[in-house]
């Protein structure tokens, strides 16, 4: 068995775990704490450092990160967390209070890489949208299984809401107190969106509201070809410690 440690850094929370790099699954107890607010470089660090121990199992980490992440692991944007990371290395940072090797990419982006390995994305060809409604919007792009890095369309006006995902994320339900067919229909018009301008094979569909997908998945749109996520909540976590290279990673969790 060979395995790796994910972190998956949100907005509302920053979950850990050992994953079986071979099919996908959590080996033990995946580890929660919430986010801590504000989300400050410094506290947030502090929070996965803490989950990291409790995981407790060594080498290298992969991390999904809630933020525009360029390959050198600077943070270009910060939407659901403090506008402070901006310019910071999340990747040093994290080695640096860790003293392990840390890979790091972007949350809905290490998501994606989830599905194109583990999930419904595996084998498609041409492009596949993998959208999580959740805190924000997160959106992987795939082309030919190959990841597409940072397309962040939560980020786009549409409606003449902007960023989009204020209005259109699953939180929207909550904070608005939405029926199902409400937000279902906001969902709609988001993911019809996304498909003018991708023109994908295949949507798919993740994040904690498909906890409830036999609740509203009969009323999204038939033409958009959507599917669920193979993961309900730990797509992220999984997709980060694929970010591990295979090389690297260690044998099985103590």
């Given at each position: 068995?060979?395995?790796?440690?994910?972190?998956?850094?949100?907005?509302?929370?920053i979950k850990g775990g050992v994953v079986d790099l071979e099919n996908g699954v959590l080996v033990g107890e995946r580890?929660?704490?919430?986010?801590?607010?504000?989300?400050?470089?410094?506290?947030?660090?502090?929070?996965?450092?803490?989950?990291?121990?409790?995981?407790?199992?060594?080498?290298?980490?992969?991390?999904?990160?809630?933020?525009?992440?360029?390959?050198?692991?600077?943070?270009?944007?910060?939407?659901?967390?403090?506008?402070?990371?901006?310019?910071?290395?999340?990747?040093?940072?994290?080695?640096?209070?860790t003293g392990r090797e840390v890979f790091v990419a972007n949350d809905a982006d290490a998501a994606a890489l989830c599905?194109?390995?583990?999930?419904?994305?595996?084998?498609?060809?041409?492009?596949?949208?993998?959208?999580?409604?959740?805190?924000?919007?997160?959106?992987?792009?795939?082309?030919?299984?190959?990841?597409?890095?940072?397309?962040?369309?939560?980020?786009?006006?549409?409606?003449?809401h902007y960023p989009c995902e204020w209005h259109f994320a699953a939180r929207a339900k909550t904070r608005e107190g939405?029926?199902?067919?409400?937000?279902?229909?906001?969902?709609?018009?988001?993911?019809?969106?996304?498909?003018?301008?991708?023109?994908?094979?295949?949507?798919?569909?993740?994040?904690?509201?498909?906890?409830?997908?036999?609740?509203?998945?009969?009323?999204?749109?038939?033409?958009?070809?959507?599917?669920?996520?193979?993961?309900?909540?730990?797509?992220?976590?999984?997709?980060?410690?694929?970010?591990?290279?295979?090389?690297?990673?260690?044998?099985?969790?103590?």
């Open positions: 068995m060979t395995t790796a440690v994910g972190l998956d850094i949100g907005g509302t929370g580890v929660y704490l919430p986010t801590p607010q504000p989300a400050t470089p410094e506290s947030v660090v502090a929070t996965a450092v803490e989950v990291i121990d409790r995981v407790g199992h060594s080498g290298p980490l992969g991390v999904g990160f809630p933020a525009v992440v360029d390959p050198d692991g600077c943070v270009w944007t910060a939407s659901n967390i403090d506008r402070s990371w901006i310019g910071q290395n999340v990747r040093d940072l994290i080695a640096d209070a599905e194109a390995r583990f999930g419904p994305a595996r084998g498609v060809s041409g492009v596949v949208l993998v959208i999580t409604f959740g805190t924000g919007i997160g959106s992987g792009v795939l082309s030919d299984g190959r990841l597409v890095p940072n397309v962040e369309l939560g980020y786009l006006e549409l409606d003449g939405l029926s199902w067919e409400q937000w279902v229909a906001r969902a709609n018009r988001f993911l019809a969106h996304a498909k003018r301008l991708f023109s994908p094979q295949l949507i798919v569909v993740g994040g904690g509201v498909t906890a409830d997908w036999d609740e509203w998945a009969h009323l999204l749109d038939p033409g958009l070809g959507v599917v669920r996520a193979s993961r309900i909540d730990d797509a992220g976590l999984v997709g980060a410690a694929c970010l591990v290279p295979v090389g690297e990673a260690g044998g099985p969790a103590s």
